[in-house]
């Protein structure tokens, strides 16, 4: 072997037979591209807006804070002071749709990593996502419900949101029990 010539070794894990560790594959995988550009349009207005950036902070690992949040118009910020990272959108009265007019897509601020908890993880968002559950398994539980998201989701719900989540969808696909009495 010449002094200019490179030996490529393939070197393998021997303990990889044995011992696989694949990367968890989540339901929230998809949220991370969520947001992706100047000009998208989001049809189901405001509330459809809201629901993707808290999708998408919640698997990108940031969190936000609002400085315009009207049925008109939309602006999150990164939460970190000085960080570049935001988004503006506003309604298009023409066709009723939300659509992003400004985008600063790169945090600055390093805080972007996710984690298995995260305050944007709410009742609403649970009830959401659990919705096609409750419909078919009406005795769902909301410790049923911890463990299905851990699992499903790589998110550790509180208690607390897991059972609101689990009334909310429970109302609105059988009615509210304390008012049909």
């Given at each position: 072997?010449?002094?200019?010539?490179?030996?490529?070794?393939?070197?393998?894990?021997?303990?990889?037979?044995?011992?696989?560790?694949?990367?968890?594959?989540?339901?929230?995988d998809g949220w991370a591209d969520l947001i992706e550009e100047?000009?998208?349009?989001?049809?189901?207005?405001?509330?459809?807006?809201?629901?993707?950036?808290?999708?998408?902070?919640?698997?990108?690992?940031?969190?936000?804070?609002?400085?315009?949040?009207?049925?008109?118009?939309?602006?999150?910020?990164?939460?970190?002071?000085?960080?570049?990272?935001?988004?503006?959108?506003?309604?298009?009265?023409?066709n009723g749709a939300f659509c992003i007019k400004d985008l600063?897509?790169?945090?600055?601020?390093?805080?972007?990593?996710?984690?298995?908890?995260?305050?944007?993880?709410?009742?609403?968002?649970?009830?959401?996502?659990?919705?096609?559950?409750?419909?078919?398994?009406?005795?769902?539980?909301?410790?049923?419900?911890?463990?299905?998201?851990?699992?499903?989701?790589?998110?550790?719900?509180?208690?607390?949101?897991?059972?609101?989540?689990?009334?909310?969808?429970?109302?609105?696909?059988?009615?509210?029990?304390?008012?049909?009495?």
């Amino acid at each position: 072997m010449d002094i200019g010539e490179v030996e490529v070794v393939n070197r393998k894990d021997p303990l990889e037979k044995f011992c696989q560790h694949p990367e968890p594959r989540y339901l929230t995988d998809g949220w991370a591209d969520l947001i992706e550009e100047v000009g998208q349009e989001f049809p189901g207005g405001v509330k459809e807006f809201r629901e993707v950036l808290q999708k998408f902070s919640i698997e990108n690992g940031f969190e936000y804070i609002f400085v315009k949040n009207d049925k008109y118009r939309v602006t999150a910020n990164c939460v970190v002071v000085g960080c570049e990272w935001h988004v503006h959108a506003i309604l298009n009265r023409t066709n009723g749709a939300f659509c992003i007019k400004d985008l600063q897509y790169d945090h600055n601020c390093g805080s972007t990593y996710r984690t298995n908890k995260h305050k944007r993880v709410t009742s609403t968002l649970i009830a959401n996502e659990i919705a096609s559950i409750v419909e078919k398994k009406s005795k769902s539980t909301p410790i049923n419900m911890v463990d299905f998201f851990l699992d499903k989701y790589g998110l550790d719900l509180a208690y607390h949101n897991a059972w609101l989540g689990v009334e909310k969808e429970m109302g609105e696909l059988y009615g509210d029990y304390e008012r049909s009495l």
